[in-house]
């Protein structure tokens, strides 16, 4: 007997958590697998309306009490430079950028436990081994590519992005560097390379993921002149971050059934009723 995927994708409900960044509130997302046939045209899709992806997952916070997290963008057209930014460019220019298939590498690895450990030590991927992190860079099904940074003349690994190729831009999934090196501001300094990386391209986005306004941990996204947030179904340019505190967030959210049936589907396909994942379901990383 031959078995076929759903052509319409089905989405799910994690079960409620901590939410790791406004304190006291609970968090839970919508997701659904990047499988089968189309899973470009469906990454695509989603992420225009405010999905992101973690392997091979596509979520977005769909929290029952709150509603802060918003997917970010950069436009590029609109994005100028600041003066502090053009130091941060210049001071790290001397590094190498190194744009390779999705495949995790000891060096990588190594990178990426210091970060954890000085940064982000009761991170909710404080515990990651090795195996775990080569699932999050290899387990892709659309076109990734990892971002290394090197130092010339140590050879050294200081900051990677794993970044995804999309229609219409660059989205920067996860990314981590060296932390001992905080005046050089690498994280800010690798969204500025990936803002020149899809300007040559002729992409006219950069995706950052969300942004929470409250969050110490996400507020530096809002420093980036050509912002723009998924709110209230549409993208609209960010014009006073101080507009968006999370105090003016309604502590309501639509019913999961509706949110579900407003996803606009590539080739007009239906989505499938969501489903509760339960305690043990699966709950893909955030950035």
């Known amino acids: 007997m031959r078995h076929t995927l759903p052509i319409a994708p089905q989405f799910y409900v994690t079960a409620p958590q901590p939410c790791p960044y406004l304190e006291g509130r609970m968090e839970r997302k919508l997701f659904t697998a990047l499988q089968g046939d189309g899973v470009e045209q469906l990454n695509n899709s989603l992420s225009h309306q405010g999905f992101r992806r973690s392997q091979n997952v596509l979520y977005r916070p769909s929290c029952s009490e709150c509603s802060a997290c918003m997917s970010a963008r950069i436009d590029v057209n609109r994005f100028a430079l600041t003066r502090g930014q053009r130091k941060t460019l210049n001071r790290s220019r001397h590094l190498e950028r190194r744009a390779t298939s999705p495949w995790a590498t000891e060096d990588q690895y190594a990178l990426?436990?210091?970060?954890?450990?000085?940064?982000?030590?009761?991170?909710?991927?404080?515990?990651?081994?090795?195996?775990?992190?080569?699932?999050?860079?290899?387990?892709?099904?659309?076109?990734?590519?990892?971002?290394?940074?090197?130092?010339?003349?140590?050879?050294?690994?200081?900051?990677?992005?794993?970044?995804?190729?999309?229609?219409?831009?660059?989205?920067?999934?996860?990314?981590?560097?060296?932390?001992?090196?905080?005046?050089?501001?690498?994280?800010?300094?690798?969204?500025?390379?990936?803002?020149?990386?899809?300007?040559?391209?002729?992409?006219?986005?950069?995706y950052l993921g969300y942004w929470v306004p409250g969050s110490q941990k996400m507020g530096y996204k809002a420093k980036f002149s050509g912002l723009e947030i998924y709110f209230g179904g549409e993208w609209m340019p960010m014009q006073d971050p101080a507009a968006f505190a999370r105090e003016h967030h309604p502590l309501s959210t639509a019913p999961i059934?509706?949110?579900v049936a407003n996803i606009q589907l590539p080739q007009s396909a239906s989505p499938g009723q969501p489903k509760g994942a339960g305690p043990g379901g699966s709950h893909p990383s955030k950035r």
Do not use: K, N, W
């Not at 515990?127 to 990734?144: G, H, K, L, S, W």
């Not at 905080?182 to 986005?205: C, K, N, W």
């Open 112 to 206: 990426f436990r210091r970060y954890l450990d000085q940064r982000h030590a009761d991170g909710g991927m404080a515990d990651m081994d090795v195996f775990e992190y080569a699932a999050m860079i290899e387990e892709t099904p659309i076109r990734t590519r990892v971002v290394e940074y090197v130092a010339p003349e140590s050879h050294a690994l200081t900051a990677v992005s794993l970044t995804d190729v999309l229609e219409d831009g660059l989205s920067m999934v996860y990314s981590f560097y060296d932390p001992d090196l905080p005046q050089l501001s690498l994280g800010t300094f690798m969204v500025l390379d990936h803002i020149e990386i899809a300007r040559e391209a002729g992409l006219p986005y950069v």
């Open 257 to 259: 059934a509706e949110q």
